[in-house]
């Protein structure tokens, strides 16, 4: 009888450790999952670059955290818009050449990459290829060719300098392109002038169209700036990344853009 009692008293003591350890793993998935999501909404969020419009600035492959600290918060800082409010909460403004993730004003969902070009009130053009701000050419100084993964062919490679003197690289493949020629662009209050570095394959703020365009982006739409790449794959799709297949992880990755600096 003695030792029956034992047995069940060591059973029990068994499985409160059983649960006891149970309740500790859950808890502390559950203080992970509060913890990212806290990071998601309030600080950094996730990315992927699906498209070749910011060539060569970032790539197709390119996952990125953006910083929402950077400008504040709006509406579009959370996940579906969960908490709608107007304006901006703890607003700080874009500096010219922030590389910025932002919601399509004509849906307010899609999300974008480009570069804050033009700032309320300027006069933003092209002419033959260069960028004009108030009148004013921006520097563009050739550099070396890009050799696109996807297309295989060199791409003409320019620096541009920014009145603010930001330095960045942009691509123009095709001389006198569809871009290349626009009108002047007036950018209106609480609104910015966005481009992407790939120059003639970027649907951007030069395109005003309605429905098909991206216009002047709100200050309200803006969700980040890109901060630094935290992971790259050369896959067409970077949603195709072979995770079931570790064996190519050593050929689909890009090792030295992992942990660079978006600028």
């Known amino acids: ?52 419009s910011m060539k ?11 910083s929402k600290l950077s400008y504040g918060y709006s509406r579009y800082s959370f996940p579906w818009g969960i908490i709608p409010f107007k304006g901006r909460i703890f607003g700080s403004e874009p500096q010219r050449g922030d590389v910025v993730v932002f919601k399509l004003p004509r849906d307010n969902s899609t999300d974008y990459i480009k570069r804050v070009i033009g700032l309320p009130g300027d006069e933003i053009a092209m002419h033959d290829g260069v960028l004009f701000i108030n009148g004013k050419a921006v520097p563009k100084v050739r550099k070396d060719d890009f050799v696109s993964p996807e297309e295989g062919r060199p791409i003409p ?45 970027s649907t951007d703020s030069r395109v005003q169209s309605a429905r098909y365009g991206v216009g002047f982006v709100p200050y ?20 195709a990344f072979r995770l079931t297949s570790p064996w190519t992880w050593p050929m689909d990755i890009r090792w030295r853009r992992i942990f660079g600096l978006v600028r």
């Open 1 to 52: 009888m003695q030792r029956k009692r034992e047995s069940m008293s060591v059973q029990t003591s068994a499985t409160k450790a059983v649960d006891g350890g149970w309740r500790e793993t859950v808890k502390i998935i559950v203080h992970a999952l509060i913890l990212a999501m806290i990071v998601r909404i309030f600080l950094y969020q996730p990315f992927n670059i699906p498209s070749g």
């Open 56 to 66: 060569s600035t970032l790539l197709v492959g390119d996952y990125l955290f953006v």
């Open 157 to 201: 490679r320019y620096e541009e300098t920014l009145p603010n003197g930001v330095k960045y690289l942009v691509l123009d493949a095709v001389p006198n392109g569809d871009f290349d020629n626009t009108d002047t662009y007036k950018v209106p209050p609480g609104h910015y002038f966005m481009m992407g570095d790939n120059r003639d394959n």
């Open 220 to 239: 309200e739409n803006l969700v980040g700036r890109a901060e630094i790449i935290f992971f790259s794959a050369a896959v067409d799709d970077p949603n």
